[in-house]
């Protein structure tokens, strides 16, 4: 069968599955549009290739299938590095396809012309300049490949005009051996040697934490690591990236760590004798400064990426493999020394002691570890001044949309104070509810990301949580929302500052805020909403908050957009200073008297 | 314990040297180079050249490792896609061969000094000019150093290296 390159690159990613892709169309990417027109792939049209490039995460991020981002050479291109970059940093698989000019045009400077693999090699896991028609089907194969096997991660395919345009004859390579990739070869299984001495550590760890990171959810691991926690009874602590790996309603689940994690988790992780890294990378948002970081813990690290083991901490026990796979051989190693599960243990509630697993003789009884983290969660819970006079808090707008939405509705989030109180406040109870720009931190994340999770997830609701200045930055493909019928809804804490620099400013440039203030009303957020197609809310009192969430719920045809305004001077607390010890973590000024014995 | 062997006794103790089969494909140096200077380390020298398999090539890469650990730089490396295998060698497990060629300025006198000085490290003049005399020595690293710093008390007008190649060195029985 004669193709052209075009449409053997449609009929690739059909034949790789894909549904849905987000783009935007242009000169040199022209020809590959044509067939789209015939193809049963859904595409978005989005209105900045950003917005495609972060829709093509979300979808990825809540379905575990890789999303798919189309655009044109030069600025279209330029404008995909930004959730390039976003989704290297979180792992996330992403197959992004852009134009380019003709073979005979590459490094004349041609119009929109730019040298795109070049500028995405640090920030894509590989990327291919493809240079003959009949090379598309194998590079298509192979790019899927890399970018959901092993680490996941953002793969780029640069195509020229011109091989768009060329005849090829079809075909599909059938085995991995046809990908042409002999430097490739993701370990999966781990070390059984490394897991049998990293159970001998667990079995006698007196003070253990389960450090879980997003490698527990790229690796569809959530089951195991329920089974893993209430077999050993270790307290789980989630990082910004596994939220929502492990119920926070557990009695073993200590919440987020972190620079504004909750001081239990903090506080546990610092004083632990064990800590078993689950698909973790010791990132120092976690970690704090690292030389004082977890001074007494042996550490065993389970990693897929062999790179991140030693990276920041150097482990007791490696082991390189898949984060589920690893879990799982664990269980069969706890089982052959006997631990089994205790299912009356684990059921305790909050309050009594949760320690299955350590009934078995001879193992360490861990009710004093135990009693110290209940006495830290009883003394520093999280902790805000309720007590408001008439303003909206931005964490109460959290809890009540927490209380007002299905458990498993997914939440979105940009970065920012809006971020970490959505992260603090709402209660993740299900895999993949929770779509974040985590190590990137890239502020206009979360309208777009929204977008591609409510694709990927029709039939959840999709609650996009953003900060008025996140907000301003992506807010175009609301357009895309509404015109392709995508109802999600996106509340904004309109605190009108860039929240978390002017926190900073307050506390560690004494106050003097530089560059930082937004204005409430400018632009007005529910006429430029109703712009866009959406409805638009605004809350300006805390007893409109519920009518208003409740109202946004109600409306399943279009988006919604709801101006919550906000107290301008809250702060995120807890919180760790940059660069200094978790041990010096800053609690809510109301709770700085409280004293823990330790 | 003269300069030059101290500067190279020190060099040996933080070098280290990898050779990274990689395949033969447009850009695999340039990501090479952009990890190593995206994630701080340094390179002391770098030769590529094509193997007897066409589709490879091989890259003699020597470290610095104060920069960052060995197996850091390792581990990143292997994560390259291009990057087929890769093998470590520590300096005294490794026959190591430098190229260098010096292009020093002579009068009458001093032509014939420096074809003597050449000559005593094996070394070849490989173009003669009137003023001018080029000068090529093949060598272990430390051999090239000894030159360099001789040379150096004549007026050097050019001086190039290749950066060191090497192998594993054979057992005593081995093949």
């Known amino acids: 069968m004669r193709l052209t390159g075009a449409q053997a690159l449609i009929k690739s990613l059909e034949t790789q599955g894909v549904e849905v892709m987000f783009g935007l169309p242009g000169g040199a990417i022209l020809p590959v549009y044509d067939p789209i027109l015939d193809s049963s792939i859904r595409h978005i049209l989005v209105r900045h290739e950003q917005g495609a490039g972060h829709m093509a995460e979300g979808y990825a991020m809540v379905t575990g299938r890789p999303g798919v981002a189309m655009a044109t050479s030069g600025p279209g291109a330029t404008n995909v590095v930004t959730p390039l970059s976003n989704a290297y940093m979180d792992s996330t698989p992403l197959v992004v396809i852009t134009g380019q000019v003709s073979t005979s045009a590459i490094g004349s400077d041609a119009f929109q012309e730019c040298d795109i693999t070049g500028v995405t090699m640090g920030i894509t896991k590989h990327n291919w300049l493809v240079k003959r028609a009949e090379d598309i089907p194998r590079t298509v194969a192979a790019a899927f490949h890399v970018a959901t096997t092993g680490r996941p991660g953002p793969v780029l395919i640069d195509v020229p005009k011109d091989v768009s345009n060329a005849q090829m004859e079809w075909y599909w390579p059938e085995t991995e051996a046809d990908l042409d990739l002999p430097g490739y070869h993701p370990r999966t299984e781990g070390d059984p040697a490394a897991i049998a001495a990293a159970v001998e550590l667990m079995l006698r760890a007196e003070r253990p934490v389960l450090y879980v990171g997003g490698g527990a959810l790229k690796s569809r691991g959530a089951a195991a690591l329920i089974e ?371 | 314990m003269t300069a030059a062997t101290a500067r190279s006794e020190g060099e040996s103790f933080r070098h280290h040297i990898l050779t990274v089969l990689v395949e033969n494909k447009a850009g695999v140096l340039a990501r090479v180079a952009g990890l190593f200077s995206r994630r701080g380390f340094n390179i002391f020298s770098l030769a590529v050249a094509p193997t007897d398999d066409e589709r490879f090539s091989r890259l003699t890469i020597v470290v610095d490792v104060e920069s960052a650990p060995l197996e850091q730089v390792i581990q990143q490396l292997d994560k390259l896609v291009n990057v087929v295998s890769i093998s470590q060698l520590a300096p005294d497990a490794a026959v190591e061969r430098e190229l260098m060629l010096a292009t020093v300025a002579v009068d009458a006198r001093l032509r014939s000094e420096i074809i003597e000085l050449v000559g005593v490290f094996r070394g070849e003049v490989v173009n003669v000019g009137p003023d001018r005399l080029t000068v090529m020595l093949a060598g272990s690293p430390d051999t090239l150093d000894d030159l360099e710093r001789l040379l150096g008390g004549y007026t050097i007008v050019e001086l190039q290296r290749s950066g060191r190649v090497a192998l594993p060195k054979l057992g005593r029985s081995g093949g």
């Open chain 1, 228 to 598: 893993l926690a209430e077999r050993t009874g270790f307290p789980v602590v989630t990082t910004l990236m596994a939220r929502g790996a492990f119920p926070d309603s557990h009695p073993l689940c200590l919440g987020m760590p972190g620079m504004h994690g909750n001081y239990t988790a903090v506080t546990a992780m610092q004083r632990a004798d064990l800590l078993v890294a689950l698909g973790s990378r010791f990132d120092d948002r976690v970690t704090g400064r690292v030389d004082a970081f977890a001074p007494g813990a042996k550490v065993i690290h389970v990693d897929i990426d062999p790179a991140e083991i030693a990276k920041v901490r150097v482990p007791e026990v490696a082991i390189v493999g898949d984060c589920r796979v690893v879990m799982e051989r664990m269980l069969d190693a706890l089982d052959a020394a006997g631990l089994v599960h205790d299912e009356a243990a684990v059921r305790t509630d909050r309050g009594a002691t949760a320690v299955a697993g350590s009934r078995a003789a001879g193992r360490p009884a861990r009710e004093g570890w135990w009693g110290q983290l209940r006495a830290w969660q009883r003394e520093y819970p999280l902790h805000y001044e309720a007590e408001s006079e008439g303003t909206v808090k931005p964490q109460m707008v959290v809890e009540t949309l927490r209380d007002l939405n299905p458990e498993d509705t997914i939440v979105v989030a940009g970065v920012g104070q809006h971020q970490m109180w959505a992260s603090q406040y709402w209660r993740f109870e299900h895999p993949y509810t929770w779509v974040n720009s985590g190590g990137a931190g890239t502020m206009g994340f979360a309208v777009p990301a929204a977008v591609g999770a409510k694709v990927g997830r029709p039939d959840k609701t999709v609650w996009a949580i953003d900060g008025d200045g996140c907000f301003q930055m992506t807010a175009q493909e609301l357009v895309t929302a509404s015109a392709e019928r995508i109802p999600i809804k996106v509340a904004i804490l309109n605190n009108a500052y860039l929240g978390m620099v002017r926190q900073w400013q307050e506390m560690f440039y004494a106050e003097r805020y530089s560059e930082v203030y937004l204005s409430p009303d400018l632009p007005d957020y529910v006429k430029w909403a109703e712009a866009m197609g959406c409805v638009g809310i605004r809350v300006e009192s805390p007893e409109e908050v519920a009518p208003a969430i409740e109202k946004a719920n109600a409306i399943d045809d279009r988006p919604v957009v709801v101006d919550f305004r906000t107290d301008a001077f809250e702060k995120v607390f807890p919180m760790v200073p940059a660069g200094g010890s978790n041990d010096d973590i800053v609690v809510h000024p109301n709770q700085a008297g409280a004293r823990v014995a330790q």
